[in-house]
Structure formats: C-alpha cells, structure tokens
C-alpha cells in the first residue's frame, strides 16, 4: 500500500465525550488542512459496518445519539476485525494521507499504538484528552457497562507514557495554552523540513 511518509503523528485517545473530536478540530482548524489532516480509525470501522447494516454512515461519525445505539455491536464486529489483523484499521484510516501532521483522533487499544510505533518509530506522539465525569455528563455521557469499563474506553488506562496529557474541562482560552508546546512542535515539523516522500505499509 502506498501512501505519503508524515513527520509527524499525533496520535490522540480519551474516554467518551471527553472531546477528542473537538480538540482535534481545534488543532486542525490552527494548523490548516494541507498541513494536517485527522484520520479516524472508527472511519473505516463505521463505513463497513453502515454498509453491512444499512445504516447512516455520516450519523455513525457524528457526536450525537444515534452511534450509542450501536456502540457495542459496532465494537464487538471491529474486535473481530483486529482479532484477525490488528492493523486492520489502522492501513485503511492513513490510506489517503498526505499532510505532513497527522493526527489519529481515536486509539483506544495498545494494539494500535504498537502499529503505528512500529510502523513510524520517529514519528508518533501520543496525547491523551481528559475530562471530568460531570464534564463528560454534560456533554451527554452517560455510563454503559460493557462498554466504558471495557478494552474499547479503557485499552489505554495504563501502559503509555503520554508526551501530554490535555484538560478538556475549561474554556477555550485554557485549552490553547495546553497546546503551545504541540503547535510549536508541528509547526516546526511542517515547515521547510517536511518531506513529502513515498513509503510502503508493509503487513
Ligand atoms: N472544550 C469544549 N468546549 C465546548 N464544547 C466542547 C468542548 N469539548 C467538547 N465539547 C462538545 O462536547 C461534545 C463531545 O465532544 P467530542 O465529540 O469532541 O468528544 P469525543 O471524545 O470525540 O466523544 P465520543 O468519542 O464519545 O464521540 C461535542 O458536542 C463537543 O462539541
Ligand atoms: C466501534 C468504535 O470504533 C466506535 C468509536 O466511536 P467514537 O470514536 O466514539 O465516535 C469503538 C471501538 O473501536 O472500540
């Protein structure tokens, strides 16, 4: 598979509602989209799953209620997926990518970061976003067995060193000092050194 090498990879987890999705876009918003782009592995996930289904693949991706109905059988077809191939997702999610900032909005197993770790040695960053329960309550979460205490929503509780850990509680103003330090990496990792070479995806 052929696809362009980034130079940098932030790659980004967090419990439900924490706002993955929204510091993310801020992130992209900042940097512009011919510098980076978001890549989510759920993509790929929800795409197939719509079609096998006949469901709405644009209301899968969304924030609202209508993914929550699906949420664990949407897990347990993907797990069934990486079981057979633990890359699975991960190939298809950077099959377009051409910027040289990518950032994966949505690992939640260590099986993921060990893909892109072995794939992009130099290049991965991890970020965690975190937020309150009562944040989270607000946004619309509520708690699901089977689902928020399983791999899906805690596969990276522990074991990763994260390179930041960002508040998602305050305001926007909040929010942008805890992002100094990574704009001023890919900004830097985007400028004049940012190479647009061809690599191949083994696996
Ligand atoms: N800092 C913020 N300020 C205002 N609204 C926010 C903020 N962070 C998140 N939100 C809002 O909270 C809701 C959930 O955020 P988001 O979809 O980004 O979370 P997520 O972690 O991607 O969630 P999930 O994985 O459950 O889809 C969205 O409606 C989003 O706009
Ligand atoms: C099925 C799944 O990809 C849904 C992710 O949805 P979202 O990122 O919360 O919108 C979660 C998983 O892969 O375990």
């Given at each position: 598979m052929s696809t362009t090498k980034p130079e940098l990879i932030l790659i980004f987890s967090g419990k439900r509602k924490s706002g993955k999705d929204y510091v993310t876009d801020r992130i992209q918003e900042r940097l512009g989209a011919n510098v980076c782009c978001i890549l989510r592995l759920s993509g790929p996930l929800k795409e197939q799953y719509a079609k096998d289904h006949g469901l709405d693949y644009s209301e899968l991706l969304g924030?609202?209620?209508?993914k929550e109905k699906y949420r664990a059988d949407m897990i347990r077809w993907g797990e069934r997926k990486r079981e057979e191939d633990h890359g699975f997702f991960c190939r298809l999610a950077i099959r377009q990518a051409k910027q040289p900032v990518w950032i994966i909005s949505d690992a939640r197993r260590l099986s993921d970061l060990q893909w892109f770790w072995r794939e992009f040695p130099q290049q991965c960053r991890c970020v965690r976003v975190e937020a309150s329960e009562q944040t989270r309550l607000q946004r619309g979460w509520m708690f699901s067995p089977g689902i928020d205490d399983a791999e899906s929503e805690?596969?990276?509780?522990?074991?990763v060193q994260f390179d930041w850990i960002i508040n998602n509680d305050g305001d926007a103003g909040l929010l942008e000092e805890q992002l100094k330090e990574l704009f001023v990496l890919a900004e830097d990792k985007s400028g004049d050194n940012a190479g647009q070479r061809t690599l191949t995806i083994s696996g």
């Open positions: 924030a609202g209620q209508y805690c596969g990276l509780d522990q074991g």
